[in-house]
């Protein structure tokens, strides 16, 4: 009974397989040549043109287009991270921690940090509840459950904040903004890096840092955080964009060399494949969740923008 089980298990995985290399074939056929066979620059232009596209659109959109999007992102970032964490021998809950990272941005965007506060603290109780009564569980497995949702959910759900703190479609440019800004310390890192870099900035985590993409990348965060302090209804004079530029700035090299820790660690050399030529969202995203929670709080404390749920 049990092999008449497995054989009928092994032929519908392989009918499966098989219609899906059937539409991948006639997907293919209809593919214009010349877009067959694209270069690795290409796949990654492509790729990323399609996620600064989805970005800017639902942040623009409203309220709701960017909490929806933040609840993608992080429910997908989590879901890679704890695919790290499972090959460096650790055991997350991965279904609590994705649905905690995915309840963050709902939870804030209803409540304020007080949604936060509830989220975490249900997600602390649920955990326990898990180590207790799953012997596997160790407390190392809670607290990887436990940061996992943290990192990608919470951090990230103060984009909310800064959304709701502007009104209309400003919300959104802003929310744009400090994207912009992690792009471009990104960018002017990479650019600067690759034709000046000399000095190691970390070699034993990420060996193609140096120190003066490190700077470069500072630049390109201060000219953001400057154009951002034009935007109507935030108050923010340059002096703050340049300080607000360089925190955020430090921040966001910062996460990406916690996430090149982890990926060390873990054996691996990118978090997923869902964006190719770029690895996994979560190799995207590693310098913004740290810089989204800072910006939010230099923007609400530094005066720059009203907490709403005051």
Known sequence: MRERAQAAYANTKAKAVEKKDAAKGFVYEKTPERLKHPSDFQVRFRTGAIYVGLTVICALASDITTVIMLCAVAGICAGEFFYMLRSDAKLPNELLGILAAVAYPISVWQLGLTGAL??????????????????????????????????????????ILVRMGVPGIW????????????????????????????????????????????????????????????????????????????????????????????????????????????????????SMFLVAAVSGVLLVYGGCIPYVFA
């Open 171 to 286: 919300g959104g440019v802003l929310v744009v903004g400090i994207f912009c800004s992690v792009w471009a310390n990104d960018s002017f890192a990479y650019l600067v890096g690759s034709k000046f870099g000399k000095h190691k900035m970390a070699p034993r985590i990420s060996p193609k840092k140096s120190w003066e993409g490190f700077f470069g990348g500072l630049v390109g965060s201060v000219l953001i955080w400057s154009v951002i302090s034009f935007i109507p209804g935030v108050n923010m004079g340059i002096h703050h964009a340049i300080v607000f530029g360089i925190v955020c700035g430090l921040f966001g090299v910062l996460g990406d060399l916690a996430e090149s820790r982890i990926k060390r660690n873990s054996g691996v050399k990118d978090s997923g494949t869902i964006m190719p030529g770029h690895g996994g969202l979560l190799d995207r995203c590693d």
């Open 118 to 159: 509830l989220v975490t603290g249900a997600l602390l109780i649920a955990l326990l509840v898990w180590y207790v009564f799953w012997s596997r569980a160790r407390v190392g497995d809670v607290g990887v459950s436990f940061f996992g949702a943290a990192y990608t959910g919470l951090l990230m759900s103060s984009l």
